[in-house]
């Protein structure tokens, strides 16, 4: 004999619901790769086309020397000498890096002080913002960038905030009271 269900008539377990909600096996393929469509066509024409299009300038020989782009870096003591410099300082710089925050890190784990949440803001704050867009303010907009850290704007701008908050705190509670 089977058990009575106490689910109300007509409502469908969630085995069943789930059971018509699925997609056949051979049908999950094409939808995958159509969902994936759109991410595809802008890697295809945002990287990879430009990509592929700088591989191929370089391999090109070059028109005074004959040689290509590829060819010449690797023969010529000049470039030479500014690739091992540049992986040089990259690594000098890395594991520096590395080390002071290993230190800090670590300092930050185990240390329990006054402005401890302060310091840690502190120390995350940039990465809020990538180092693309602060290279786009410095070199593109400069007068943007030098008019948004002037101490002046900034105080008259957090005053205005500070008032639109205020005065939308009295309008909510009615009273005028905060």
Do not use: N
Request: net charge positive.
């Amino acid at each position: 004999m089977k058990a009575a269900s106490k689910q109300p008539l007509g409502a469908a377990s969630f085995s069943t619901r789930w059971m018509v909600l699925t997609v056949p096996v051979r049908h999950k393929s094409l939808v995958a790769v159509l969902a994936l469509m759109p991410a595809l066509i802008v890697f295809c024409a945002f990287w990879l086309l430009p990509f592929s299009r700088l591989i191929l300038m370089g391999a090109e020989a070059d028109r005074s020397s004959g040689v290509s782009a590829y060819l010449t870096i690797l023969t010529h003591r000049q470039y030479l000498i500014s690739i091992v410099t540049t992986v040089g300082i990259s690594l000098v710089v890395s594991l520096t890096a590395v080390a002071i925050a290993g230190f800090v890190g670590f300092f930050l784990a185990r240390q329990h002080f006054w402005g401890k949440a302060v310091l840690v803001a502190i120390l995350t704050f940039p990465l809020a913002f990538p180092g693309v867009v602060v290279g786009f303010l410095v070199t593109v907009k400069p007068m943007a960038f030098r008019r948004t850290l002037d101490v002046r704007l900034l105080i008259s701008r957090a005053i205005h905030w500070l008032s639109l908050l205020l005065h939308s705190s009295r309008h909510y509670h009615g009273d005028g009271c905060l």
